[in-house]
């Protein structure tokens, strides 16, 4: 993967602010600025990851670039989906080259499955595992450190990553002059080909045709600004950290981004270009099973914005599901001839076959969306917010710090 050429586009498109890579600045000057921001604007840095993902050549990649950054306060590795000590040894022996400012919360350890029981036993919905919870356990974790002005989050399994990725995320959040709340990447997800299909063929036609179906909506428009809502990179205020409720499926990062838009200001909401082509994990497509791969991941991203949109007094029956998969199917095509073009043009792979047969899956998954939703319009999957949770376990995020603590004490000497 080579770094992208600046894109020559300062345009600001919709609601929320863009922060371009214009490539007037080099990464040594981004990071000698990043640095002198957080002299008095602290940032925790969230890494999820499973065992797996820690085993893989990206995660070790990752780790001796972060090594020696000097703008992080405070790193949480969130192991999960290891449920044996080993694994918890194996990502200490490589998270262990960040020094004292990183730990390890191991939520499949006694003392994390032991935290979580305690929350279930105090009626919070944390029962259901993977990245929605980690994210939220370790924002708990940070929030034990009051001096901490803001959280950032990137994905583990980054092809070629490089700490730019990091320090352009954070720049813009610590930067003394700026305001900002939440600030989200956005990149271009290609090799040899164009990725990123729920992006392309699901999620930017979806919400073009929920805009003709439901008419004007602030809501839609918000999210329609976004370049790359699917972006698993973020960075977010810990006043913000603390009131945003957290998905647990994979409407984790339009769940996210609804909730940004309830708990905050449009202008204080931002994106910025990481400047680079970024490739990571693929799903598979799965279109014989909607239980699986990018068909249970447009299931759970469509109900989660229908679902957003009744929150909003917005009303729909049977017949706006069939007339939404009419609209879709229809936007979703315009794309495919879009991207063709850009492809083409750009010297790429695009396969139109398997790109309609991917948003023939996405349609069916749109009705099967509305259907869930029928049934259960309001949704029981989200995560409470921390401002709740400390209201019922005041000292609950400190707990979670001792958790880190005393396992590694045990388990790494």
């Known amino acids: 993967l080579a770094r992208s050429l600046p894109m020559p586009d300062f345009a600001q498109s919709g609601p929320i602010t863009t922060i371009h890579d214009l490539g007037v600045m080099d990464a040594q000057q981004q990071e000698d600025a990043l640095i002198e921001a957080t002299a008095d ?9 499973t065992a797996s993902d820690m085993r893989a050549a990206p995660f ?31 990502c200490h022996a490589l998270v262990s080259q960040l020094g004292e400012q990183a730990y390890i919360l191991w939520t499949d350890g006694p003392r994390g499955t032991a935290a979580l029981d305690e929350l279930l036993a105090a009626d919070f919905a944390v029962a259901r595992p993977g990245k929605g919870r980690a994210v939220w356990m370790a924002f708990g974790f940070l929030l034990a450190d009051p001096t901490l002005k803001a959280f950032a989050l990137h994905d583990c399994d980054i092809e070629d990553y490089d ?23 956005y990149y271009a997800r290609c090799t040899d080909r164009m990725h990123g299909r729920v992006a392309r063929l699901l999620v930017a036609p979806l919400f073009r045709a929920m805009l003709s179906v439901v ?46 838009f309830r708990n905050t200001s449009l202008k204080r909401i931002c994106e910025v270009d990481l400047g680079r082509l970024y490739d990571h994990k693929h799903q598979e497509l799965s279109l014989d099973d ?30 706006h599901f069939t007339t939404l998969r009419s609209a879709y199917l229809r936007s979703a095509q315009d794309a495919i001839r879009q991207y063709h073009a850009d492809a083409l043009v750009n010297g790429l792979t ?26 259960d319009p309001s949704g029981g999957d989200a995560i409470p ?4 949770v400390l209201t019922a376990l005041p000292d609950f995020p400190q707990r979670l710090r001792d958790v880190a603590t005393l396992d590694r004490n045990e388990y790494a000497p």
């Not at 700490?163 to 305001?179: E, G, K, Q, V, W």
């Not at 909506?217 to 999210?223: A, E, K, R, S, V």
């Not at 239980?291 to 009303?315: C, F, H, Q, W």
């Open 41 to 49: 604007y602290k940032i925790g840095l969230v890494l999820p990851i």
């Open 60 to 90: 070790a990649r990752i780790v001796k670039n972060l090594a020696g950054g000097p703008f992080i306060d405070t790193i949480v590795v969130v192991l999960n989906r290891a449920p044996h000590a080993d694994g918890y040894r194996e």
């Open 163 to 185: 700490r730019s990725i990091l320090t352009r995320l954070c720049l813009p959040m610590a930067h003394p002059s700026l305001d900002f709340d939440y600030c989200k990447a």
């Open 215 to 260: 008419g004007p909506d602030d809501y839609l428009t918000y999210m329609s600004s976004f370049r790359y809502p699917l972006s698993g990179e973020f960075a977010v205020s810990s006043t913000l950290a603390r009131s945003n409720r957290i998905p647990s499926d994979w409407g984790l990062e339009v769940g996210t981004l609804a909730e940004v």
């Open 290 to 319: 909607p239980e699986r791969g990018l068909m249970k991941m447009a299931t759970d991203i469509v109900t989660n914005v229908l679902r957003t949109l009744a929150s909003r007094g917005v009303v729909m029956q049977s017949g």
């Open 350 to 375: 695009l396969d139109r076959h398997s790109e309609e047969k991917a948003i023939e899956g996405f349609a069916d998954q749109v009705v099967r969306a509305g259907e869930i939703f029928q049934n």
């Open 385 to 388: 917010n921390w401002t709740r």
